[in-house]
């Protein structure tokens, strides 16, 4: 078996819109049963309720219109705000009347993040959790909780893998990473019956070739805007380097405050030099 890689949004996308496959993943991630799905792919949403108009990679909702689902895969350019604008945008759609504030439906939001995480938390630490889970349930001085909203948002990232992950999300987290890391000789749990179904449809066997044209454009993309954004990172660094010269910061600081080599500020500042000259 040779498994596509679930890292590129076209095989990604083709695996968990199965139905199948879709209603255990949500099942095993977020405890949570989606009776015959109906599954959008790019969905936007209908009405404009926040600035920032975006597109949701898989967007389902349940036949009884009880549950709401979104499954964003990130492979760059994220952040935990990003994914926050995603569900609180979601979940704003859902108000239609001002007299009458109740969610209609419960929202999940589980992002799969397929590189590892470059955040931090608050206190600068680099955030390493195969499994984050966010709700918004109030809580008491005593930290105790208080059940009101099922709703939650949910992060996956099998770059980290933890010991004391639920086997049943392992398994979904293994598949991801095996087919990104290992996808010739894959290491996966093809007892599990919906990891199989998923494997059978990301084998590269069994995906007809205009699946296979559709995820050569998509990688190409992707990689073409990496580039863009290796450019612009890079401009911005030197506009950095450039003003903390100017402030009168010495090197050993600003390659500390911009967590880059010495080397690398010393060429930019020799650089900007002589185009001064």
Known sequence: MRLANLDNEVFFKKVFTDKQVFRAFVKDVADV????????TEKQLDR??????????????????RVLVEIQRIDYDYSFDRFLHY?????????????????????????????????????????????????????????????IYPHKLIFLNPNHPDDTTPQNIRDWLQLISESIKNPDNPTINLSNPNIKRAADIANLDNIPG???????????????????????????????????DRIGLEKEKIAEALEIPIEKVENVLNEHKKEQQ
């Open 33 to 40: 049963d989606v009776q015959n799905p109906k599954i959008e």
């Open 48 to 65: 404009p309720v926040a600035a920032i108009r975006f597109k949701l990679d898989i967007f389902a909702e349940s036949e009884d219109h």
């Open 87 to 147: 569900f609180l945008a979601a979940s704003v759609d859902l108000q239609r009347s001002s007299s009458d504030y109740a969610f209609k439906q419960d929202v999940y939001t589980i992002i799969v993040l397929t590189a590892p995480y470059i955040v931090k938390d608050k206190t600068g630490k680099l955030i390493q959790d195969e499994v984050l889970i966010s709700d918004f349930n109030p809580r008491t001085l005593n930290n105790q909780m208080r059940d």
């Open 210 to 244: 205009s699946v296979l044209g559709e995820a050569k454009i998509a990688e190409a993309r992707k990689k073409t805007k990496v580039i863009y954004e290796d450019i612009g990172r890079e401009e911005r660094e030197k506009e950095a380097i450039i003003g903390f």
